[in-house]
């Protein structure tokens, strides 16, 4: 018995969109260039009608019975699909998390510059993450460490609202800071 050729008989990818030959059914439903439906027809009739149209014939929706085709350019329809996704990539808003780390005998100072930084990322439209990471017999004045995550977030409220209250893991006290909505200017 002979083996099928690689790749002729694999089933298509579940986002693969079927085009012309690659069509297996016997019987599909044809909505011609305009939108208008043509009716069914056998997969060879309505391929012979797509290509003498300059066309393509694609599968459009493969579980209905019959599978409903339409004639058009795959190759525009391709590059309109392409064009959609890289708009709504331009679109969509990023924000990253920035993660400011204090002691609990952070200087005052020191405390300050850490504040500056995350004023601006804040300002940047990024969360920021505040840890205050303990050491040694420091662990046993947890109170101090939310005094400081407290203190952080009194210096920077106008900028940004508490998301995650501070919390302690293992060593560390983490607290989450989301920034406000920027007003939209009125026209």
């Known amino acids: 018995m002979r083996r099928p050729r690689r790749g002729f008989d694999r089933a298509p990818a579940k986002d693969e969109i ?34 003498s149209r300059g066309l393509d014939l694609i599968e459009v929706a ?29 679109k969509q808003v990023i924000i990253n998390t920035k ?10 100072h020191d405390f300050n510059v850490k504040v500056r930084h995350a004023r601006r990322f804040l300002e940047d439209g990024d969360k920021v993450k505040v840890t205050v990471r303990f050491r040694g017999r420091e662990l046993a004045h947890r109170d101090i460490g939310e005094q ?26 983490h607290m989450l800071i989301d920034p406000l909505a920027k007003k939209q200017p009125s026209a």
């Open 148 to 173: 400081q995550c407290r203190r952080f977030f009194e210096e920077v409220q106008d900028l940004g609202k508490v998301v995650q209250l501070p919390k302690m893991e293992g060593r560390q006290m």
């Open 99 to 108: 993660e400011i780390k204090l002691r609990p005998k952070t200087d005052q």
């Open 62 to 90: 493969p579980n209905a019975r019959p599978p409903v085709c339409r004639i058009a350019d795959y190759g525009k329809l391709k590059y309109d699909k392409k064009k959609k996704e890289a708009q709504a990539r331009r």
């Open 18 to 51: 079927r085009v012309n030959e690659r069509i297996r059914v016997p019987r599909v439903l044809v909505i011609d260039e305009k939108g208008n439906k043509m009716g069914e027809f056998l997969t060879p009739d309505a391929l012979d009608i797509a290509h």
